[in-house]
């Protein structure tokens, strides 16, 4: 009877549980487009997306204990998704970032700062991502001490405390004991409880790296595109003089131009990137532990290097295996090309090795390849990949 008493005395809340999500949804994402400013400036937008990090936090931290007074903790998991809701609204303005700094790529090696407001976007999700992950925790010990007590494995058959059959329908009773269960076990996801959210944050993450990358890259790219087309590795000449002798020793070449405009490029980052050479920029470091950096090969990388390094070691990364491909499609290849294409090799491989970050084994074999004699080829084109051992010999027309 106690318990049809409580059905009957929660009856006129019920709906407004049911409604709870939409509730803290819209108030939610009014709060965070309230953030949002007018101002057109770059820098100005993502100081402001680097304050409202706090802000955010303090928004789904209100909201937690919002839930749990008005819905006695049922509503946990409308909350959940209420959050996800209001968090990818604000994550709106990231991608319109996105969409702004995209179209001055173009100009990166000229005003550096664009690079700059990509790491301090960067920054700014990953000093959010480390906000989320501490309020899951916080969240969820609210959530279980909410509903313990009729949840849990030792809760009392109190006939007034039982809120969830109260308050919720059958589905919703079952989404709220599959989070608790969930919740209280620690199996499956780490987070969750906000698990929504955190997807929704790891993909714009993923977008802005992807973003910060293309602008990074931009310089590279922009030259090693060039490389299938040059008239270099058909000539039989260079600025030097007539090159008709595989005889003429390595000084007699210099690297092409396209190359030492990478270099010259790739020898400017460090200087650039010297503010994130520490390895105490937590929330940077967080950010590229996603892993969704082009270039990044685990989460290891990123969490053991300083923010500065890792982006050098993907950038180095990404320009050899872009180099390889390109080099891929030159069509054909004589002696002296053959051995410029050799020399523009190496002068990457000294600039990457002053980085800290060498040429990749198939560049390297590639180098090697291009160096050595036909009539020696039989004996010393082994021990290489044979992928770019077969790349070269078309090249180079070797015969088989």
Not at 374 to 382: A, D, P, T, Y
């Amino acid at each position: 009877k106690l318990r049809e008493l409580g059905k009957v005395v929660y009856k006129p809340f019920a709906q407004y549980v049911a409604n709870y999500e939409e509730l803290e949804a819209r108030a939610m994402t009014a709060e965070v487009s309230s953030w949002a400013t007018e101002k057109k400036d770059t820098i100005d937008e993502i100081h402001n997306l680097a304050t409202c990090v706090g802000r955010v936090a303090s928004m789904v931290e209100s909201a937690g204990v919002r839930c749990g007074h008005l819905t006695r903790g049922v509503g946990y998991p409308a909350l959940a998704r209420a959050v996800a809701r209001g968090l990818d609204t604000h994550l709106d303005r990231y991608r319109r970032l996105m969409r702004r700094l995209e179209k001055r790529k173009v100009v990166v090696d000229d005003d550096w700062s664009v690079l700059q407001h990509c790491l301090s976007a960067n920054q700014a999700t990953g000093d959010l991502m480390l906000q989320l992950e501490q309020l899951e925790v916080t969240l969820s010990t609210s959530f279980l001490e909410s509903c313990r007590q009729f949840l849990g494995a030792d809760s009392a058959d109190l006939p007034l405390q039982q809120h969830h059959i109260f308050l919720l329908d059958s589905p919703s009773i079952i989404s709220l004991s599959e989070l608790f269960t969930a919740v209280s076990s620690n199996t499956g996801s780490a987070t969750p409880l906000l698990q929504q959210s955190i997807s929704l944050l790891s993909s714009t993450c993923s977008d802005l790296q992807k973003t910060t990358f293309s602008i990074m890259f931009h310089p590279i790219s922009s030259q090693l595109e060039l490389i299938p087309t040059l008239s270099t590795w058909a000539a039989t000449t260079t600025g030097q003089g007539t090159l008709h002798t595989t005889d003429m020793p390595d000084f007699s070449f210099s690297p092409s131009e396209y190359i030492t405009c990478v270099g010259e490029y790739l020898m400017t980052l460090p200087q650039h990137l010297e503010p994130y050479m520490s390895q105490d920029n937590a929330p940077l470091t967080r950010a590229f532990r996603e892993a969704v950096f082009p270039g990044s090969s685990d989460t290891s990388g990123a969490a053991q290097q300083s923010p500065a390094d890792f982006l050098l070691g993907c950038i180095s990364s990404s320009t050899c295996t872009s180099y390889f491909s390109y080099i891929s499609s030159i069509p054909t290849l004589n002696n002296n090309s053959s051995r410029q294409l050799a020399m523009d090799i190496s002068y990457l491989g000294d600039i990457l090795d002053d980085l800290g970050h060498p040429l990749t084994s198939d560049l390297s074999s590639t180098a090697v390849l291009l160096r050595l004699a036909m009539e020696k080829w039989r004996e010393e084109s082994g021990g290489h990949s044979n992928k770019v051992v077969a790349m070269v010999r078309q090249a180079r027309g070797v015969s088989e």
